[in-house]
T-cell receptor, first 115, second 109 residues
Framework: NAGVTQTPKFQVLKTGQSMTLQCAQDMNHNSMYWYRQDPGMGLRLIYYSASEGTTDKGEVPNGYNVSRLNKREFSLRLESAAPSQTSVYFC??????????????FGPGTRLTVT | DQQVKQNSPSLSVQEGRISILNCDYTNSMFDYFLWYKKYPAEGPTFLISISSIKDKNEDGRFTVFLNKSAKHLSLHIVPSQPGDSAVYFCAGGGQKLVFGQGTRLTINP
């Protein structure tokens, strides 16, 4: 099992450019998440998807869109990148079965720089 | 508002001694608490969790304590080893998690 995979690992964008960050998991998990990590801020939730076909906003959704393409894949899109979106982006997934909570499994991250 | 706070940005401990990392939260609706460990250039990895109905959970060298009345969570690592040097994040919530800012732990030989 590869777990949670993310592409690309690194990306440099110019202000105003767009891009999509890809995430896939092979653990048959129901829920998937996108976080950003900034120095001194911990991980902040951008969007999440509780199941295939559903998405909801997290703490910092402005400037982002997401697509839950199928149970395995959850993509994050920046339509018009801004320097404030320079960050490390992590995707995570969890089984989220009824009746309990489970830990989230994280991908290796995408380091994005917007100039 | 910061619902989960780790007030110590860094902690230095001698190898073999106990490391204690602390975390405070404000949301009394949180059902589930976790600790994650993060090495540079890697994703966070799950360490240990505790349900809000418990006050202690142990897993090998790692123990998490939960004090609901104080809204306080702590992670004890005994004995500390050089490989424990990393950034540690606490998190609380349920289906959605809120993370603290992290504490960088350095274990000195």
């Amino acid at each position: 099992n590869a777990g949670v995979t993310q592409t690309p690992k690194f990306q440099v964008l110019k202000t105003g450019q767009s891009m999509t960050l890809q995430c896939a998991q092979d653990m048959n998990h129901n829920s998937m998440y996108w976080y950003r990590q900034d120095p001194g801020m911990g991980l902040r939730l951008i969007y999440y998807s509780a199941s295939e076909g559903t998405t909801d906003k997290g703490e910092v959704p402005n400037g982002y869109n997401v697509s839950r393409l199928n149970k395995r894949e959850f993509s994050l899109r920046l339509e018009s990148a801004a320097p404030s979106q320079t960050s490390v982006y992590f995707c995570a997934s969890t089984p989220d079965l009824a009746g309990g909570y489970y830990e989230q499994y994280f991908g290796p991250g995408t380091r994005l720089t917007v100039t | 508002d910061q619902q989960v706070k780790q007030n110590s940005p860094s902690l230095s401990v001698q190898e073999g001694r106990i490391s204690i990392l602390n975390c405070d939260y404000t949301n009394s609706m949180f059902d589930y608490f976790l600790w994650y460990k993060k090495y540079p250039a890697e994703g966070p990895t799950f360490l240990i969790s505790i349900s809000s109905i418990k006050d202690k959970n142990e897993d090998g060298r790692f123990t998490v304590f939960l004090n609901k009345s104080a809204k306080h969570l702590s992670l004890h690592i005994v004995p500390s080893q050089p490989g424990d040097s990393a950034v540690y994040f606490c998190a609380g919530g349920g289906q959605k998690l809120v993370f603290g800012q992290g504490t960088r732990l350095t274990i000195n030989p």
